[in-house]
Structures are given as structure tokens and as C-alpha cells.
């Protein structure tokens, strides 16, 4: 199961580490753990050497040392996979779905374990596109959730600025078709040569990336179809300029 969890955060982290270093930190430190048993008898000297020297040396063994904070992460990721595989396994026991075999139910943990992991990384890479975002025009202004698009490369033939899109539902909220100027952009997409976009201008774009805020002068919003982009988790894309 140690395997299992420190391959587990190594891909998760992006550690970049060989399996082959994993496994034989994890096998060193299995060996430990089975003298550990044979010599110490009483549980909450075994309890303590196990999983603050013995664990800890395999976590070293397997990442190295990069720093305090970087070390900190590996360790507290690594325990909450093994609490994750260990729960697992417990429900496997006690479900009664897998026939009692080592091996087998072992094989469904690490499977079961790996589907989460992968879920989770791919929630993370997600995370990592999308971020908050304001739009500003006169005294107006909305506050949407905004997925960094590299593959956005549409600009506005008339003014040359770079088009991001936003939802049809978010658009109607803020934009005024008797008030605001919306003119039809061309564009081409996968299925559709000679599409028309809605876009309009406003007055600012404000990006914010963790504690810094990116602004942005005038700016053109198209107006996505409906359906789009509704549903999804954020309501606009970013131009692949604003990146």
C-alpha cells in the first residue's frame, strides 16, 4: 500500500520521481516495518517510531529533500492517501463485494485509489485554467468565474482587440441591446466557417490570479450561444492574450 500512496502523490505532485526509487523506498521501508513488529511491544512506542521515523524516512527516501515546504507537501499528501487507500480497503472488507483475498482486494484498492487520484488531478488542472474575473462598463459590473483559453485567438477585424466569450445567460444580465453597441464579428470554429458572433465592448476587464490583479483596458465580450456555455463551470472565455 505504500507503493501504491507514494506513486500516487508522485503523480498527483508532478514529483517526477522513477517508479523503480519508489518501489524500493517503499519495499526498504516495509522491511522496517516488519522488524519494528518483532522488536518493540509496546503500542504506542511502535505507533510513534512507525509513523513519525519510519514513514518519514521513507517519504525522504522517495522525494528527497527540496526544501521544508516542498517536503511538508509530500508528507502530508502522502498520509492522506494512505488514510484514503486505507479506507477503502476497510469498506472492501467490510462490504463483502470482493472474495477475501490479499491480492485481489489489494488490486481493487490501488484501482479504486488510482480513479480518485486521477479525478483529482484532473479537478486540479482544471483549477489551475480558471480564475475570477470582473467586467466593467459605466457604472456596471459583473463578477463571473473565467477559463484561461489558449486556443481562444479571435480578434475583433474592426478594432483588433482580442474577443473573449461570455455566456449567453451572464451577457443578458449586463448588456442593454437599446443602449449598448453590439455589432456581429465573423469567425471560424471545428464545424462552422462562416459563423457570426455578437460582441460588444466595454470598459475594463479585471483579472484576478491569486493576490495580484491583472487590468485591462478596453475590451470586446462576444455573446455565446445559447447553451454554450451554461452548465459549465465558469461563464467566460478569456482571449488567449490575457493568459
Not at 519495499?27 to 514513514?55: E, P, T
Not at 488490486?107 to 480518485?116: A, C
Not at 449567453?168 to 443602449?179: C, H, I, S, V
Amino acid at each position: 500500500m505504500d507503493f501504491v500512496a507514494v506513486t500516487g502523490v508522485n503523480c498527483f505532485l508532478k514529483r517526477g520521481r522513477r517508479y523503480r526509487v519508489l518501489f524500493l523506498a517503499s519495499l526498504v521501508s516495509a522491511a522496517a516495518g516488519l522488524l519494528l513488529v518483532l522488536a518493540v511491544r509496546q503500542i504506542l512506542l511502535y505507533w510513534l517510531i512507525s509513523h513519525f521515523l519510519l514513514n518519514t524516512g521513507m517519504i525522504f527516501l522517495c522525494f528527497g529533500w527540496h526544501g521544508r515546504r516542498e517536503f511538508l507537501e509530500n508528507w502530508a499528501a502522502t498520509y492522506l492517501v494512505i488514510v484514503l487507500l486505507g479506507g477503502i480497503q476497510e469498506w472492501i472488507q467490510e462490504s463483502g463485494l470482493i472474495p477475501p483475498d490479499f491480492f485481489l482486494q489489494m488490486f481493487f484498492v490501488s484501482l479504486t485509489g488510482y480513479g480518485i487520484l486521477l479525478y483529482l488531478m484532473q479537478r486540479k488542472e482544471m483549477g489551475n485554467h480558471i480564475c475570477q474575473v470582473r467586467i466593467e462598463k459605466g457604472t456596471k459590473a459583473l463578477c463571473v468565474r473565467a477559463y484561461r483559453d489558449s486556443g481562444n485567438r479571435l480578434r475583433d477585424p474592426y478594432t483588433g482587440r482580442g474577443v473573449s466569450i461570455l455566456s449567453r445567460t451572464k451577457a443578458e444580465l449586463f448588456f442593454d441591446p437599446q443602449k449598448d453597441r453590439i455589432r456581429y464579428v465573423p469567425y471560424r470554429s471545428l464545424g462552422e466557417t462562416n459563423g457570426l458572433l455578437l460582441v460588444a465592448d466595454v470598459d475594463a476587464l479585471v483579472l484576478t490570479d491569486g493576490k495580484r490583479e491583472l487590468r485591462y483596458g478596453k475590451t470586446a465580450i462576444g455573446i455565446a450561444d445559447e447553451g454554450l456555455l451554461e452548465g459549465k463551470e465558469y461563464d467566460l472565455i478569456l482571449h488567449a492574450s490575457m493568459l
